[in-house]
Structure formats: C-alpha cells, structure tokens
C-alpha cells in the first residue's frame, strides 16, 4: 500500500515560481517563450533518456546519461524544475516548525550537495533562501563533466534573473570529483559543511543496500565528528524519488542511522518512531505536491510522451554529533496523516505515522462528540501533537499541532486561474 503525505503547512496546488521560469528560458532559449520547433531536439533526447531513469533508476556503470551533452541537456531542462522546489518544501516545513537547518543564527551555512547533477540543488537552495533571508554558500560535488559545466552555466542564468531582487546565495563552482567512500569524508572533515545534502543521487552513486548503508554511515560519523569540534549542529538531507524501490531504500537507510548514538531524526517522521510503511514488503511512503509547471516544460513533456502535475519524493531530515535544542511545540510524539481522508457509510477514516507505527483511526458518524467531530475534515500530511485512539482505532480526542496556516504566496506563488485543487 502507497502512503501519500503533504506538507502539514501546503494543502493547496502552487506554481513553479516565475523567476525560476525565466532562468531556465534564458539559458536554454535565449529568454524566448520557445516554440514547438524549439523544443524538438530536447524532446527527441527526453524521449531517449526517460527509460533510463525510470527502469534502470540512473544506476547504469558503463555510459551514463550524463557523458553525452544531449541527454545531460535534456534532463536538466525537464528535471531540474520537476525537482527543483523539492529543496524548498523541505526546509519551509522545518521552518514552519521552528527547526532551522544550518548554521547557528549568524553565521553563513556552509552547504555541500553532493552527486549535484545540473546544480538542481542550488536553484532550490538559492530561491528559498532568497525569499527566507537565509545566508549561505553551496558547494557542488558532481562526477559528470557534462553536469559539472551544466550546472556552473545553469547556476550563472539563475544568479543573473535574482539579481533584480536580493541577491542569490553564494555558489562554489560545481567540481569534477568523486563522491563517495574516502573522498567525500575527507572533504567533510575538512571543510566542515554545515549541511550534506543528496538529491536523487545517493541511489545513483551506491545502488548496493549494504555499500549504501557503510558509506552513509562514514558521512555521519564526519558530519558528528566536525559538530563536536565547534559545538555547531550537522545535518544531513537526503531527498529521493517517490517511487516505491527509492523511497523503502530510504526507510531502510533511515533504520540504521536511527539506532546510532549521535543521530537525530527530524522530519518528515518528527522522531526515531519505529516505521510503519516498513511493516510490509509492499508499503511505501512519500510526498506529494501539486504544481503548475510552466507552459514550455509541460509541452516538452508531451512530445516525449511525459506529464508531470505534482512533485512526488522521499525524503529524511538528520542532525549528527550536536543537535539544536527542540524547538517549542515540536510534535515529536505526535502523528502525521499519511493517507486520504477514506469515507464510507457512516464513517471516515484515515492511517496515521504514530509513536507506535502505523495506525488506523476512524471516527463513526453514530460516534462523533465535541471531542473528535473535526478530525473527520484532517487533511493528508497534517500533524497533530497528540491523537488519542481506543483500541479499535476510534478517535477519542485530538490537538492540532498548531503550525499550519497558509502557505506563503512569496515562496509557493498561487496557480494560475483554472487550476484544479
């Protein structure tokens, strides 16, 4: 069984900001709305590509996509914006919470993406931390050279269109390197980045489950070992695809950083909470977000036989070695609605990630009280600080947790007229 959440603070569609937009066309079209004809070539490289990601997940060892200039060209046109606001719904919702990843207050996050692609990470690091005041430099680690000179290029066109506003965050160039086993703890330990991130990358880079858990392993004992030496929280983001094979690769991953000493977990779980979608061989868990993609990519879509609607991800939140002081409210034992709300004669149902696992909770239409009559209008995603349930699952009572509200108009902008909710 999938288990589908959103954002507890996003209960409504938004559109792909139009300053990303026009980075985009500007690099890859001159700044032109492009033309059919224009969006010919990518689409005959999408077309092509596609398979690879979504049969061999990327993971092929001999001639990788990313070695030819069509295909790398390709992919970033299409998946850097279907990614790209990934990042930002991440870190809005540890905001939203009072968790602020990074550096301490004052200082500049020092932030290392790694397995970086065409610099997907930094576009949604640099409008998040645009609109959020946030101050930080990113370094790229990327092993294509395709990628590497992509990524500088892509980074350089998104710099230019912010530059009307407050300026982007810094950028490192996007280097040609390795990423994985000695070289990339090496780098942690000496340059001690404040925050490691992995965008659909770390399947890519470790398609072996015991390779993948021994390598993270190392990368969280040097994120813990440079906390220790300043006294500065380190953390670890790692997004993934929401299909099912990436997303319980991730849970699996999430098992062993759980039980380590000097790990916390944070989101999107609130906890070290046992995992319910691992229960069983065929569960999974992700997000999902509505989005209006621009007109031109959803056209480039169409003529590879693509359509894209919402971002669909996994993702996990860990600090290593210090971690900052709960913020006031976290709900860290309380539960997130991870399905749709299910109505059926005479009740309305909904499974929750709880302390406890995964749990079922109802309310009977013949049942309902002042206590737990609006449960019933909960939305997927949504986190309460405390639900308690009898033994067959019925709602007795609840507390919101209290964090949602709207979503920021800045960061996530309204959909155009027409968009379907």
């Not at 703890?185 to 925050?195: E, F, L, Q, Y």
């Not at 109802?362 to 405390?386: I, M």
Request: aromatic share 8%.
């Amino acid at each position: 069984m999938r288990y589908n959440r959103r954002m507890h603070f996003l209960r409504r569609p938004f559109a792909f900001p139009a300053e990303l937009d026009r980075a985009l066309q500007r690099h890859f079209f001159g700044g032109a709305e492009p033309s059919p004809a224009a969006l010919k070539p990518l689409a005959r490289s999408l077309e092509q590509l596609w398979p690879q990601l979504a049969r061999e997940r990327g993971q092929r060892a001999s001639k990788h996509y990313s070695g030819a200039r069509p295909s790398a060209e390709a992919y970033a046109a299409y998946y850097l914006p279907a990614n790209a606001m990934k990042l930002p719904l991440v870190l809005e919702e540890a905001r939203v919470f009072g968790l602020s990843i990074g550096a301490p207050a004052g200082t500049r996050t020092r932030w290392l993406d790694v397995g970086s692609g065409p610099g997907t990470a930094y576009w949604g690091l640099a409008w998040w931390a645009r609109c959020r005041g946030f101050d930080v430099e990113l370094s790229g680690l990327e092993q294509s050279p395709e990628f590497v000179a992509l990524a500088g290029a892509l980074a350089r066109a998104l710099t230019a269109e912010l530059a009307a506003g407050q300026p982007a965050p810094r950028w490192d160039v996007f280097r040609h390197g390795g990423g994985k086993g000695a070289s990339l703890v090496d780098r942690i330990a000496a340059s001690k980045p404040h925050v490691v991130s992995m965008m659909n990358s770390i399947g890519e880079m470790a398609p072996d489950g015991a390779e993948r858990g021994a390598w993270i392993g190392e990368v969280a004992g040097a994120l813990a070992a440079a906390a220790r030496s300043d006294g500065a929280p380190r953390w670890l983001v790692v997004v993934e695809p929401g299909s099912k094979a990436a997303t319980r690769e991730l849970l699996e991953l999430r098992e062993s950083l759980r039980s380590r000493e000097d790990a916390r977990i944070w989101l999107p779980c609130l906890s070290a909470r046992r995992c319910g979608a691992l229960e069983r061989p065929d569960d999974w868990c992700h997000e999902e977000s509505a989005v209006e993609f621009p007109k031109w990519m959803d056209g480039l879509g169409a003529a590879a036989g693509l359509r894209k609607e919402a971002v669909l991800f996994s993702y996990l939140v860990c600090s290593f070695g210090v971690h900052p002081a709960e913020p006031a409210g976290w709900p860290g034992t309380g539960a997130r609605v991870v399905s749709q709300r299910m109505k059926e004669k005479g009740l309305t149902q909904c499974f929750l990630c709880t302390t406890d696992g995964k749990r079922k909770a109802r309310v009977l239409d013949s049942r309902r009280t002042a206590a737990n009559e609006a449960f019933v209008e909960s939305a997927r995603g949504q986190v309460f600080a405390d639900v308690q349930l009898d033994a067959k699952g019925d709602v007795q009572s609840f507390t919101d947790c209290g964090a949602a509200g709207e979503a920021d108009v800045t960061v996530f902008p309204r959909p155009g007229p027409g968009r379907r909710s």
